[in-house]
């Protein structure tokens, strides 16, 4: 208030002496002229809110009141002086105008840059995509904190050399020399739309430049106002792997689902979870979450009656605690809500977990399986879907031989004239599950590393949990019965290099040999106890394809059904006894294809003194089986 009765003082001083060349002549008249104009004035800008606005937060809306206060100040100047006067100019009020104008809204504009440069504390960034979500984006960030957008990236040529809201349009090319100039810490990705591929590209062209690189949310988040645009978030894995997934088939999408009962075992796990979600999509008429783990169970009910709820769907949700190897409890449930579709996800899988608990793993992997495949058979349900891994395929550890042994059961079972059609769908690692090398990685870099790979050359395939989980669903719809699906995973991905992306897409720089003033280092720990360098999806070479482009149908080597139960009866009798060894040697009899590369490892193994001697159950009574 004092600023600005001062202000409007001066403005009339200067327009007057700006005219006539001489200094205003201060009587009682022109002093009446100047208290009249100034009190006026005051009032005005009081009532049009001048005095409540937060100076370091004022933007572009300001200049409108700021242009109508003055303006309004003007007339009151005219008129007092035309009254007190009877003179007045034209030309000396839009001095007066124009001088009072700088001098309010400069003293503002100027406060609120000195505010901003005395806290500033935002990083200084570029955003890659100069188009509606971009602008967006820069018109967000500047109005709050943390980010200073400075220009705008496109590789659009007709919008290069621009400018949108006082931002320069460059081309990508130049982004060397406006980290340079600008000294830039950040590139924003403002890309909602674009393919994961292309995604993937840009993310390849800014790994070499010392950037910290985020992005806005999918377009289909923004517009459902579940998060606002100026809500950034660290790229995702599937940025970096650039592979783009293929629309479902609502036809096979919806063919085991739509009107019926499905059950998902396992359902609180990574997999189990997002297949309930998927299930719920295709309008299920009611939904069986079985799950052995009571948070998991509580999550996923709550966040699924939620998503009910939200979308009005009449869907009957059921949760219920049990373990597939409990096998009265797995048929009365089948039996009682009569369920035709089950997605058995519900396994270990953490390689040297069980690696260190082989018993454990063998009696929730095989048999978990076998007696909730059986419950099926006997309550009568019409498909059954086995959620399996391409670490089946040759293994080298417990886990991986356990559910090739699981696929066995399945396909024994179907030779036995089974009315429930068994199928088995294999694939890699899903990104985000639990034990993913991905989140370790983030945080391993926020703490300042080092980052730990088990080895320089190994590979795994990737997958998102949601294309995984559609491509199960509509894999299971194409089953006949026995068959073995498996899912086009794209091409495989070094761990190493993974790692490396990520870290200089942090922002930071990998520490070496040839650079040891870098920030995090990559350090090899070895290879874990029955872990691959390589893994694979298939055994033979007897593979075709489908009518899905992502999915593909392998022929294998089974046992017929009483091989097979002798097999399993033999492996009881070892895991009731808790003979490590002996599980081992019938694996190696078996054809799963086990290769373990180490000796047993399991941890009560290890340690147990009283360990069963061959006397007392010698492994020479396991049955020696081939195909």
């Known amino acids: 208030l004092s600023y600005d009765f001062f202000a409007i003082i001066m403005s009339i001083f200067i327009a007057h002496w700006s005219l006539s060349n001489n200094w205003f002549i201060v009587d009682k008249l022109s002093t009446l002229c100047v208290a009249l104009t100034a009190i006026f004035t005051l009032v005005v800008f009081a009532r049009l809110g001048f005095y409540r606005a937060i100076l370091r937060y004022i933007g572009l809306d300001a200049i409108s009141t700021l242009l109508i206060g003055v303006s309004i100040s003007a007339a009151i100047y ?233 979308e009005r769907k009449s869907i009957d949700l059921i949760p219920l605690l049990g373990s597939v190897q409990q096998k009265k409890r797995t048929f009365k449930t089948l039996k009682s809500f009569k369920v035709q579709t089950v997605y058995h996800a519900a396994a270990y899988k953490h390689v040297p977990i069980v690696e260190n608990n082989i018993v454990e793993g063998i009696r929730n992997n095989v048999f978990g399986t076998w007696f909730t495949a059986e419950a099926a058979i006997k309550a009568s349900v019409e498909k059954f879907v086995l959620v399996s891994t391409d670490k089946a395929v040759r293994p080298t550890n417990i886990m991986g031989a356990s559910k090739r042994m699981a696929e066995l059961v399945l396909q024994g079972l179907q030779q036995r004239d089974s009315k429930t059609q068994f199928t088995m769908v294999r694939f890699g690692n899903v990104l985000g599950s639990s034990g ?137 009798k070892l895991c009731e006894k808790m003979d490590c060894e002996g599980i081992v040697q019938l694996l190696l009899r078996l054809p799963v294809g086990y290769n373990p590369q180490h000796a047993v490892c399991d941890l009560i193994w290890e340690v147990d003194k009283d360990r069963l001697s061959e006397a007392d159950f010698s492994t020479e009574k396991v049955v020696k089986l081939n195909p």
């Open 78 to 310: 005219a008129a007092t002086s035309w009254m007190i006067f009877n003179d007045i100019t034209f030309v000396k009020v839009l001095f007066f105008w124009s001088i009072l104008f700088c001098f309010v809204g400069g003293s503002r504009l100027g406060f609120k840059s000195y505010i901003d440069s005395k806290n500033n504390k935002d990083f200084l960034a570029l955003i890659y995509g100069a188009g509606a979500a971009g602008r967006q984006l820069a018109s967000a960030l500047k109005n709050s904190d943390g980010y200073k957008p400075v220009a705008f990236l496109d590789d659009n040529e007709s919008l290069q050399d621009a400018q949108i809201d006082g931002l320069n349009v460059y081309s990508p090319r130049n982004l060397a020399l406006l980290i340079e100039k600008q000294g830039v810490s950040r590139v924003l990705l403002a890309l909602p739309s674009v393919s994961h591929s292309r995604r993937n590209e840009i993310l390849k062209s800014l790994e070499p430049f010392p950037l910290k690189v985020k992005t806005i949310a999918g377009m289909e988040d923004i517009v459902s106002g579940k998060v606002k645009i100026d809500q950034l978030k660290e790229i995702e894995i599937e940025d970096l792997l650039g592979r783009d997934s293929v629309s479902p088939n609502r036809d096979l999408f919806k063919a085991d689902i739509e009107n019926k009962v499905v059950m998902v075992t396992g359902a609180g796990g990574s997999i189990g979870s997002e297949l309930c979600r998927q299930i719920l999509s295709a309008q299920p008429k009611s939904l069986l979450l079985y799950e052995l783990n009571e948070f998991a169970l509580y999550q996923i009910e709550r966040e699924l009656r939620e998503q009910i709820q939200k």
């Open 436 to 572: 993913s090398v991905v989140p370790l990685f983030r945080e391993q870099i926020k703490n300042g590393g080092p980052i730990t790979v088990t080895h320089k050359d190994i590979t795994r395939y990737f997958m998102t949990i949601p294309e995984a989980s559609q491509l199960v669903i509509q894999a299971g719809a194409m089953a006949k019965g026995g068959d073995v699906f498996v899912l086009d995973m794209g091409e495989p991905v070094k761990i190493n290099q993974l790692a490396e992306r990520m870290i200089h897409l942090m922002g930071m720089t990998v520490k070496s040999k040839e650079n040891p003033t870098g920030e995090i280092e990559v350090q090899y720990t070895g290879l874990r106890p029955g872990e691959k360098l390589y893994e694979e999806l298939l055994i033979g070479e007897n593979v075709e394809g489908t009518t899905h482009p992502r999915i593909m149908t392998a022929r294998e080597d089974y046992l017929s059904w009483a091989r097979t139960l002798e097999a399993l009866e033999s492996l009881d």
